[in-house]
């Protein structure tokens, strides 16, 4: 581990808690000497003040990632405006770190970072085994060539190989849970479970205790403790699908698992389970109109917004309308080829029909 901060009390008190907790600790103090550091030595977690002497904190953190990109890197910083910390989530930074800040949470969020790189040495070998036995074919499949929707596919690429978490918005059926799973499979987290939950399925109790889990007692039924889904996607990834659903109560919940990695159970009075979990969210409304109505705390909003990703809807894309009827032609073609029928024909009469029409349901 890597720690570069030109404050000195912090930046040895830093060492120290860490190096009681196990870890080996280097210390720079200035920029130039971390960046000839990273030169010589790859670390698995670094810790860089965002603001410097000689080279900046994003600076490094760009020179960080360009010679390691599987580094997890993680932002000090003094003056933890909103811009500054998403700008640094956006260019890479796995989290960052508002001082002041106790020993505890700085274990905490170390902890995570640490359980984040066995991960994804895990992921990398399983990885690395299904490219042996079925070839470099990709895990998730998703169909589209029209530019609008290939920059969709481009940036949910780019993010994937980030921990930073992404807002998915774009109409039913437009394919928001399908870019959900490219991104969790094309991370480092792909070999842990990828939880989807429906915010607008079920009614704000249920929803909580599905969420958090609850305590034996916890209610009326509550016959035994039963671990929520935030304890299921540990180590993975939790789909908060048509998040502005969600009531207000339990959005400030889920903001405090975000903020402090914990999960507190329904009905539990002091236990906590902490999580490590990339948190994805999508909605058909628009978000900002929800904030502004008050549906949606914008502090939760721009916590889960550090990438935004817009899936655009079939009618604005009409040129993959062929490519997405041969795909879905074949697929049940295949399913009843014991008929013994050939494999039928998409004409150019066929395109033009489908093409005219408003495929208000997407893909769907």
Same mark, same amino acid.
């Given at each position: 581990?890597?720690?570069?901060?030109?404050?000195?009390?912090?930046?040895?008190?830093?060492?120290?808690? *860490?190096?009681?907790?196990?870890?080996?600790?280097?210390?720079?103090?200035?920029?130039?000497?971390?960046?000839? @550091?990273?030169?010589?030595?790859?670390?698995?977690?670094?810790?860089?003040?965002?603001?410097?002497?000689?080279? #900046?904190?994003?600076?490094?953190?760009?020179?960080?990632?360009?010679?390691?990109?599987?580094?997890?890197?993680?932002?000090? &910083?003094?003056?933890?405006?909103?811009?500054?910390?998403?700008?640094? *989530?956006?260019?890479?930074?796995?989290?960052?770190?508002?001082?002041?800040?106790?020993?505890?949470?700085?274990?905490?969020?170390?902890?995570?970072?640490?359980?984040?790189?066995?991960?994804?040495?895990?992921?990398?070998?399983?990885?690395?085994?299904?490219?042996?036995? /079925?070839?470099?074919?990709?895990?998730?499949?998703?169909?589209?060539?029209?530019?609008?929707?290939?920059?969709?596919?481009?940036?949910?690429?780019?993010?994937?190989?980030?921990?930073? #978490?992404?807002?998915? @918005?774009?109409?039913?059926?437009?394919?928001?849970?399908?870019?959900?799973?490219?991104? /969790? /499979?094309?991370?480092?987290?792909?070999?842990?479970?990828?939880?989807?939950?429906?915010?607008?399925?079920?009614?704000?109790?249920?929803?909580?205790?599905?969420?958090?889990?609850?305590?034996?007692?916890?209610?009326?039924?509550?016959?035994?403790?039963? +671990?929520?889904?935030?304890?299921?996607?540990?180590?993975?990834?939790?789909?908060?699908?048509?998040?502005?659903?969600?009531?207000?109560?339990?959005?400030?919940?889920?903001?405090?698992?975000?903020?402090?990695?914990?999960?507190?159970?329904?009905?539990?009075?002091?236990?906590?389970?902490?999580?490590?979990?990339?948190?994805?969210?999508?909605?058909?409304?628009?978000?900002?109109?929800?904030?502004?109505?008050?549906?949606?705390?914008?502090?939760?909003?721009?916590?889960?917004?550090?990438?935004?990703?817009?899936?655009? +809807?079939?009618?604005?894309?009409?040129?993959?309308?062929?490519?997405?009827?041969? /795909?879905? *032609?074949?697929?049940?073609?295949?399913?009843?080829?014991? &008929?013994?029928?050939?494999?039928?024909?998409?004409?150019?009469?066929?395109?033009?029909? *489908? !093409?005219? !029409?408003?495929?208000?349901?997407?893909?769907?």
């Amino acid at each position: 581990m890597l720690i570069v901060d030109d404050d000195r009390t912090l930046r040895e008190s830093c060492a120290s808690v *860490l190096r009681h907790e196990g870890y080996q600790v280097t210390v720079c103090t200035r920029g130039e000497e971390a960046r000839d @550091t990273l030169r010589r030595q790859k670390f698995d977690i670094a810790l860089f003040d965002l603001y410097l002497p000689e080279i #900046s904190g994003m600076r490094l953190l760009q020179l960080c990632l360009d010679a390691h990109d599987d580094t997890i890197v993680i932002m000090i &910083t003094g003056n933890p405006s909103l811009d500054s910390s998403l700008e640094a *989530l956006r260019a890479g930074a796995w989290d960052y770190l508002p001082k002041p800040f106790s020993g505890t949470h700085l274990q905490i969020l170390l902890g995570r970072a640490a359980h984040s790189v066995i991960v994804a040495r895990e992921s990398s070998a399983m990885q690395a085994q299904f490219a042996r036995e /079925h070839g470099n074919s990709e895990l998730i499949t998703v169909l589209g060539a029209a530019p609008s929707f290939r920059q969709t596919i481009e940036l949910a690429r780019r993010v994937a190989a980030t921990n930073a #978490s992404a807002f998915i @918005t774009g109409e039913s059926g437009s394919g928001k849970e399908l870019i959900a799973q490219f991104i /969790h /499979h094309h991370s480092r987290r792909s070999s842990r479970p990828l939880v989807a939950v429906n915010c607008a399925a079920l009614p704000e109790p249920l929803l909580e205790s599905e969420m958090f889990g609850h305590c034996k007692g916890a209610f009326t039924g509550a016959v035994r403790d039963k +671990p929520g889904l935030l304890e299921a996607a540990n180590g993975g990834t939790l789909l908060l699908d048509e998040l502005v659903e969600m009531s207000k109560p339990i959005q400030a919940k889920l903001l405090r698992v975000i903020q402090d990695g914990v999960v507190r159970r329904v009905g539990s009075e002091s236990t906590d389970a902490v999580v490590n979990v990339r948190f994805i969210a999508s909605t058909n409304r628009n978000p900002e109109e929800a904030v502004a109505a008050g549906l949606l705390r914008e502090d939760l909003y721009y916590r889960l917004r550090v990438v935004p990703i817009h899936v655009p +809807p079939l009618r604005e894309r009409p040129t993959d309308i062929r490519l997405l009827a041969e /795909h879905f *032609l074949a697929h049940y073609w295949a399913r009843h080829r014991d &008929t013994g029928a050939p494999l039928p024909k998409v004409t150019d009469a066929t395109v033009r029909a *489908l !093409r005219a !029409r408003p495929w208000k349901g997407n893909v769907r």
